[in-house]
């Protein structure tokens, strides 16, 4: 059983698509290279995971009801980026109504029922969903690893400076090549 699991955060079409009700251009961007790690970590057996951002429609929830409408069950909005297909067979698919990819769903018993040690973290928000599932990984005892041309916000600044925090503090920051390596030489 490999101990490592890619944890893809959010890449749904309200973010990745320029339809999306809160799309930016740097979702679209970091799609390919999220890509390249989907498609090396299945060559590797490294379960994945997709997190999907999943908020209620027509029912009230005081955190949606303080942003614009996004990702609203039922709509295109919350469907998984077609650049990256879903193995309905072997891939999780698990909704979430927070930041964090572990704050009430059952991402930590599926990683543990796995024996899932490691987890590769890639997608959007750097700075509130990545930032939030990265803190909680740390604090559940994984080890996360954020892949740096595979996570993207609105600002290229605040991107570098959740990055620098998570590597120092949580984590840490590869680059794909080095990522690909360490898949390779069986160190993740």
Excluded: W
Excluded at 12 to 27: A, I, K, M, S, W
Excluded at 119 to 141: E, H, M, P, Q, S
């Amino acid at each position: 059983m490999n101990k490592t699991a890619l944890i893809i955060v959010d890449m749904v079409r309200d973010f990745t698509d320029p339809d999306g009700l809160v799309f930016y251009p740097q979702n679209r961007e970091i799609l390919p290279n999220i890509r390249k790690v989907l498609d090396e970590c299945r060559k590797k057996d490294v379960l994945i995971v997709f997190m999907q951002h999943k908020n209620r429609k027509g029912k009230y929830d005081a955190k949606a009801a303080a942003m614009r409408p996004n990702c609203l069950e039922g709509t295109f909005g919350i469907e998984i980026d077609p650049m990256l297909p879903v193995d309905e067979e072997k891939d999780y698919v698990i909704p979430k109504r927070r930041y964090s990819g572990f704050f009430a769903t059952d991402l930590d018993l599926v990683l543990r029922e796995n024996g899932v040690k490691n987890v590769i973290i890639v997608g959007t928000k750097t700075n509130c969903c990545i930032r939030a599932t990265v803190t909680d990984a740390f604090y559940l005892d994984y080890e996360p690893y954020v892949v740096r041309e595979c996570v993207a916000t609105n600002s290229d600044v605040v991107n570098e400076v959740h990055l620098q925090d998570i590597d120092k503090y949580l984590g840490h920051v590869v680059d794909m090549k080095t990522l690909f390596t360490m898949l390779d030489h069986g160190t993740l």
